[in-house]
């Protein structure tokens, strides 16, 4: 006999995301995250968060910790969010995330962890020095995405198994406690030429705010000067560019450089290689440079022009938060209920 399928989720579709407040937001946040949060604003309803629980897995001044929240906003605002249309919060004003997450640190197996590259990858060799946090994070994540019964979740390709991690938690969840369809099964939304924007001195490895090196990546505030700069010392190859792009595989630095040119212009890859094909570096890196900084330069002049009003960044913000929180408390309300604590 097969075992019947359990009921899907009934609820509406939402979108959730969030980027953390841990340094400088660069070209791979806004092309792998950014833009798709402006554009499905007008299709489906629609929460951003500013992930401030998340950046204390790893140390973060408390004296600066505010103000690097304000700038993702600023972020979000000038790469086109509105408040009107999209909510808009800090993480950390809604307690219902991280009271999730303990109960979803109950559900999840310790097997399933255990496989998270992204933690092997940022641990490192020293994973005894890391925070509890930061091993639990894709548990924080299932439930920031749960807590408002979300549905997609538009994020770089980096973050795909944190998903599948989510989508475990919830059929779990739903099977452990007879509550078939009660929450989600989430879909990532990593399609798009911007998934995976690889480092400027390494293409190999990904595009990353924590990353020492300044010229690995360009980021949302830089001027033209420095874009100019970057894109001038960014790491490519001697050969010209060929005509098609299977032979642009296994030279990754010149693959990435094509695949920033094209996410920026909106343009397929091979739409760019026609245009370059039989040029070298020395003729694309220019084009490559006035494009960024006609699509970045603005971006960063709008970013300015909110930080130098924080109230009305802070205005959005507690406004977001009544909102989120609107959602998710009677989620969590639910939730007590469901596993029977006292205080449900
Ligand atoms: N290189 C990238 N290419 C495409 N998308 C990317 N994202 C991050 N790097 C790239 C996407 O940006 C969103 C926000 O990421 P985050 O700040 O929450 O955490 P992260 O993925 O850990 O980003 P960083 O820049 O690498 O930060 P650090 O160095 O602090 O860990 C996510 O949707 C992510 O997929």
Request: charge should be negative.
């Amino acid at each position: 006999m097969t075992e019947a399928t359990p009921p899907a989720f009934a609820g509406p579709r939402r979108v959730l995301s969030g980027v953390q407040p841990s340094g400088d937001l660069h070209l791979g946040n806004y092309l792998g995250a950014l833009v798709k949060f402006t554009r499905l604003q007008h299709e489906i309803e629609t929460f951003i968060f500013v992930a401030d629980l998340h950046a204390i897995t790893a140390w973060q001044d408390p004296a600066k910790l505010k103000t690097q929240v304000r700038e993702i906003a600023a972020a979000y605002l000038a790469t086109g969010l509105d408040p009107k249309i999209a909510t808009i919060f800090p993480q950390s004003a809604v307690p219902e995330h991280a009271e999730l997450a303990w109960v979803f640190n109950c559900v999840a197996r310790l097997g399933w962890l255990d496989r998270m590259t992204q933690f092997k990858d940022k641990a490192g060799k020293h994973k005894e020095r890391e925070s509890v946090g930061l091993y639990t994070y894709p548990v924080l994540q299932a439930a920031d995405i749960l807590i408002y019964k979300a549905t997609h979740v538009p994020v770089g390709e980096d973050q795909r198994q944190h998903l599948e991690l989510t989508r475990d938690i919830a059929a779990k969840f739903n099977h452990d406690f007879a509550v078939p369809g009660h929450f989600p099964l989430p879909e990532a939304l990593t399609e798009g030429p911007g998934a995976r924007i690889m480092s400027l001195r390494d293409g190999t490895a990904k595009m990353s705010k924590s990353d020492p090196s300044d010229y690995s990546r360009i980021n949302l505030t830089d001027d033209a000067d420095a874009i100019n700069q970057k894109v001038r010392k960014a790491r490519t190859d001697p050969e010209p560019l060929p005509e098609l792009l299977v032979d642009l595989k296994g030279r990754t630095e010149a693959e990435n450089l094509i695949g920033i040119y094209a996410a920026l212009a909106g343009r397929t890859a091979q739409d760019v290689l026609t245009e370059f094909a039989g040029q070298g570096f020395g003729a694309f890196k220019p084009k490559l440079a006035d494009l960024a900084v006609s699509v970045m330069g603005p971006i960063g002049d709008e970013m300015r022009r909110y930080l130098a009003d924080p109230a009305e960044i802070d205005r959005v913000l507690t406004e977001g938060a009544e909102r989120a929180r609107a959602v998710a408390a009677p989620n969590m309300a639910e939730v007590r209920r469901i596993v029977g604590f006292w205080a449900g």
